[in-house]
């Protein structure tokens, strides 16, 4: 399975109508839908798939046609990232009609290639799964954890200052978790 880490997107244009489709992480969903709704006013649909694992890693799809007939926009757009076996990923097809009409056939067959040309605009990523941990630490080490989470591709969620020290949140791999927690060893307790 793979992924992607940044938005990326491509143009088609068939009879006139113009199809702009961008591939994104699908924590990013919610708020670019919004942002592609108020860019492009004028538009007369945005179609969108995603695919993603929930916490049973059991795979979660959803599409939705948005207007255009039932099944010409959403499955193929769907259909595009089951092909590439992409997870925690989704595709927003943003539309403005030309003037003619694709029929059912057309319409599938141009949201499918408007899909792929984005998917061929994106620099894809094997999939890891990622856990998120807490760990604790004196406050005299805040600054190594910080300087290990970076070089073991750590990402640092939040960190809270208690009355004993530092409690941070991080979210990693389970090799990078624990490389991290070899090189700091006693200098962090895990929660």
Same mark, same amino acid.
């Given at each position: ?30 708020? #670019?839908?919004? &942002? ?6 004028? @538009?007369?649909?945005?179609? $969108?798939?995603? &695919?993603?694992?929930?916490?049973? +890693?059991?795979? *979660?799809? $959803?599409?939705? +046609?948005?207007? #255009?007939?039932?099944?010409?926009? %959403? ?13 925690? @990923? ?10 003619? !009409?694709? %029929?059912?056939?057309?319409?599938? &067959? @141009? ?16 999939? =890891? !799964? ?5 760990? #604790?630490?004196?406050? $005299?080490?805040?600054?190594? *954890? ?24 991080? =979210?990693?791999?389970? +090799? ?16």
């Amino acid at each position: 399975m793979v992924t992607v880490n940044a938005i990326s997107s491509d143009t088609i244009e068939i009879k006139g109508s113009k199809f702009i489709a961008h591939l994104m992480p699908i924590s990013m969903f919610e708020s #670019e839908m919004e &942002r592609l709704r108020e860019l492009h006013p004028k @538009a007369v649909h945005w179609v $969108s798939a995603s &695919r993603s694992l929930n916490e049973f +890693d059991q795979i *979660v799809e $959803s599409s939705g +046609d948005d207007g #255009e007939p039932k099944g010409t926009s %959403g499955k193929p757009t769907l259909a595009v990232l089951q092909g590439h076996e992409m997870i925690n @990923a989704a595709i927003i097809t943003v539309r403005y009609f030309g003037g003619t !009409k694709l %029929g059912p056939g057309g319409l599938v &067959r @141009a949201y499918a290639e408007a899909a792929n040309a984005a998917h061929a605009q994106a620099t894809l990523l094997p999939y =890891e !799964k990622l856990f998120i941990k807490k760990i #604790e630490c004196n406050y $005299s080490n805040v600054s190594m *954890v910080e300087y290990e989470s970076v070089q073991k591709n750590i990402r640092i969620l939040s960190k809270e200052f208690g009355e004993k020290g530092a409690i941070f949140t991080i =979210e990693g791999t389970t +090799d990078n978790l624990e490389q991290f927690y070899t090189v700091l060893g006693r200098a962090v307790q895990k929660l």
